[in-house]
């Protein structure tokens, strides 16, 4: 597991990238466009690889997919032969081409399914784990909340996955909550419309869940 493919080169994408680079894993951050990649090297650690999506999926034992959940399906259907038995981290969300609504945000999935599910429906030989979609890319890596240690809610359906990105997480700083199997994406995935109102309603983003256990 020590190397790791980043498929996105956003904010998340590159929080992440440098976040894995500094726990002293080997990283290639993906973007299928060449002219991004001057602009990338200067928001990167030195040691973080660029290439293009293929190359990413060639090179990860794990993957982050951290692309627009509307592009998610085409990206990975590009790169299908180099998925097989990979542990495949989804901070993908199924934000609809649409305006928030009072500060909701629509998605392009229904209530009784989710995006992650599509995913582990179409690459069966793959093992989604769902993580780091509901929270801003400021807070994914080390999160400074005082004395608060935030909760990531993960679920899916490969044990030994999850096991794996727990131990991302607690070394990101992170308190982990494993809600199950793959349906459950239907929950955490609708977390980051909860995330988002308070953004869009009065412009406040610097804030995170924890489950509290008595």
């Known amino acids: ?21 500094k726990l002293g894993f080997s990283v290639m951050l993906g973007t299928n466009n060449p002219s991004k990649w001057e602009g990338l090297k200067a928001k990167l650690a030195p040691e973080v690889k660029i290439g293009n ?23 990975l259907s590009s790169i299908e032969p180099s998925l097989d ?30 995006l992650m599910e599509r995913f582990q429906q179409r ?5 989604f784990v769902k993580v780091f979609n509901s929270v801003g890319s400021a ?7 005082g004395n608060e240690k935030p909760t990531m809610f993960i679920c899916g359906n490969s044990e030994e996955a ?25 929950a955490i995935e609708s977390l980051c419309m909860l995330w988002c109102i308070p953004g869009f309603l009065q412009n406040s983003w610097s ?3 924890r489950l509290l256990k008595k």
Do not use: C
């Not at 293929?54 to 982050?64: K, M, P, R, T, Y």
């Not at 690459?123 to 093992?127: K, V």
């Not at 807070?139 to 909340?145: A, E, K, L, Q, R």
């Open 85 to 114: 038995n990979k542990l495949i981290m989804d901070a993908t969300n199924p934000i609809a081409a649409l305006p928030p609504v009072n500060g909701v945000l629509q998605f392009f999935t229904g209530p009784n399914e989710s």
């Open 53 to 75: 999506f293929q190359e990413v999926a060639s090179f990860g034992n794990s993957i982050v997919l951290a692309v627009k959940g509307s592009a998610a399906m085409e990206v």
């Open 123 to 127: 690459f069966p030989n793959s093992h």
């Open 1 to 21: 597991m020590k190397n790791i493919g980043i498929l996105g080169s956003g904010a998340v994408g590159i929080t992440l990238a440098n976040g894995f680079n």
């Open 139 to 145: 807070f994914m890596v080390n999160p400074n909340f």
């Open 207 to 209: 804030h995170a869940f």
């Open 162 to 186: 999850k096991s794996t990105v727990a131990t991302f997480l607690n070394q990101f700083g992170w308190e982990v909550q494993d809600m199950g199997m793959v349906e459950s994406a239907r």
